[in-house]
């Protein structure tokens, strides 16, 4: 019945705790791009930093798990909008977060070459404890490693919708569709005992009728891109510094188009050192409109650098696929982390992981973050992943129930993929049991995350 079966070995009754390993099956294998059919145990929406992880956690606990991604590859953030240095998954000389996520990234870094940071030291900035990838090279070890755990997977469509009834979600699946295919349907219909959005905006959380949390004003994104093919040494750089800021008086350049000073812009080849405003992409509309600003942004900028002495082979190398958003909705659940709770490292009953970033809001013409106090490592309750008043749904990524000032520091990759491993364990542990997350013992559930190398917080 399970491509993959629980090893369990009990402990006390009084615990009531359970370790679990995996049991594969020789010549185990899960369908790749074909319509799904049938039940599933579980159904994750979106396999971006929390989704990937978040699949190949439910599945290698031994449940049947399906997981849909709009674009053609997995990864979200790091790979399609090519921010590809995750971080942070350690504090103050030791690590907080582990687990699966982390392992692949090594895998990456191992199988590029490329050498980690030295994680004993504290660093003077906290970006230097990110560990840059590459993204060419991420997406197809992620994606191995979600096939390998026995996960089916669609790729080019999205849940549009799911309803809950007598214990069970059925989800309507949108797909790409051949119009001249005998098979061709609007929409597929899938049923799942357990679903977990990890769309980055709760779009299937909202379209079951849960709230979602926005403000008014929202950060803006970012087009990755990377400029090559000139020296720093052959460009007078306070000559550029006036000629930049005549432009945007012109309307040549947006004032967002450079944010800072340009020796720092060149030194990056102008990795995010531009912003989006008002970039949002929890539609198709959204997602249009976002990724033509952002690469028109690029032009501009490419067009007005030519023309400078010393600039005039600039060339493109680099171009991320869509341009990078970093804050949408956030669902409204159980519990929601105010940046006091994150301030403060507070600890839950229920706590999951941990996650470290500053609090990390940025603005039209730049950002100010404000690292946390010495010693503080935030963690996040499971109750924060769960819709309020809901059953058998979770919510993990970025719209994590949150204000905004701690989400602008929950979002980051490491952090999602903590929360995703979080969450793909226990929609998988409710489903085989029969219950809602929220009713599910937690010990089981901190056991089987430390079987899989997760760190759990201890209250």
Known sequence: MRRRTFVACAFSALAGAKLFALAKKEGDSAPIGVPPGGEYDVLIAGGGTAGAIAAIQSARLGAKTLLVERSSQPGGTMTNA??????????????????IGFDIVKKCADLNGD??????????????????????????????????????LLYGASVAGAKFDSGCWTAEIMPLCDRQSESYKTAL?????????????????????????????IQPGTQIYRFSSYKLSDIDIPALDAAVKEAKKKGVLKRQDIVGGMRNFLNAGGFNQHHVLNARNACSGNLSETSARGRASMLRVLRFLKNFKGL?????????PETGVRETFRIKGETVVSVDDYTSARVWPDSVCHCFYPVDLHYDHGVNPKPLERGKV???????????????????????SSDRLANSALRVQASCMAMGQAAGAAAALSARMNTSPGNLNFALLADALRANGAIVPQA
Not at 190 to 209: E, I
Not at 314 to 320: F, G, R, T
């Open 82 to 99: 090519g921010v590809c240095h995750p971080g942070i998954f350690h504090a103050w000389g030791r690590q907080v977060i582990a687990g």
């Open 115 to 152: 050498a980690l940071p030295d994680f004993s030291k504290e660093p003077k900035r906290h970006w230097l404890h990110q560990i840059w990838l590459n993204p060419f090279l991420f997406a197809p070890l992620l994606e191995e490693e979600i096939l390998s755990a026995g996960v089916h």
């Open 189 to 217: 219909s899938v049923r799942a005992k357990q679903l977990v959005d990890c769309t980055g905006n709760a779009s299937v959380a909202a379209s079951a009728g849960f709230e979602r949390l926005c403000d008014g004003d």
């Open 312 to 320: 005039e082979n600039i060339k493109v190398s680099y171009l991320a």
């Open 378 to 400: 935030p963690t996040v309750p499971l109750s924060a992943l769960i819709p309020k008043g809901s059953e058998n749904i979770l919510v993990a990524g970025k719209c994590v």
